[in-house]
C-alpha cells in the first residue's frame, strides 16, 4: 500500500510536470477584439455578431471616419451590430458597424466593407 501511494504521487508530480510544457492552444496569428489595418481577422462582407461595446456616438463617429455622412437611424440590433442609415456619394445607403469596428455598406447580409483603419 505503501509503494503504491508513493507510485501515485510520482506519476502526479511527472504528469503535472509534463502539463506545464504544454505549448499554448493557438501559436498563430489571434482574432482581435477590434480590428486594425493588419488584423487577420478583416471582415468581408457581412458584420460580425458579438457584444458591441461601441456606443452610439462612438458607432456614428466611426462610421462618419469611413465617409459617410448624415448618420441617421442608428440603432443596435439583438446580433450587437449598429444599424442606421447615411448617405454616402450622393446617395443614401444602410450601414452597419459590428462590435470588431468593420463598418458595413448594404442590409449586412450582402454588404460591401469600407476599408480603412478599423482600429479605435
Known amino acids: 500500500m505503501h509503494k ?9 508530480l511527472v504528469a503535472t510536470g509534463a502539463l ?3 505549448p499554448p492552444a493557438a501559436t498563430g496569428p489571434q482574432n ?10 478583416r471582415q468581408v462582407e457581412n458584420p460580425v455578431k458579438g457584444h458591441n461595446s461601441f456606443t452610439q456616438g ?3 463617429s466611426r462610421i462618419e471616419r469611413r465617409g459617410f455622412s448624415n448618420v ?3 440603432r443596435k440590433d439583438d446580433a450587437g451590430v449598429w444599424r442606421g442609415r447615411a448617405m ?4 443614401q445607403v444602410e450601414v452597419s458597424l459590428d462590435y ?5 455598406e448594404g442590409s449586412g447580409t450582402s454588404g460591401t466593407p469600407v476599408r480603412g483603419n478599423a482600429g479605435r
Open 4 to 12: 503504491t501511494l508513493i507510485l501515485g504521487a510520482a506519476l502526479a
Open 58 to 60: 462612438e458607432a456614428k
Open 72 to 74: 441617421s437611424d442608428l
Open 88 to 91: 454616402k456619394d450622393g446617395r
Open 100 to 104: 470588431q469596428g468593420n463598418v458595413i
Open 20 to 22: 506545464a510544457q504544454t
Open 32 to 41: 482581435s477584439a477590434i480590428n486594425g489595418t493588419n488584423s487577420s481577422n
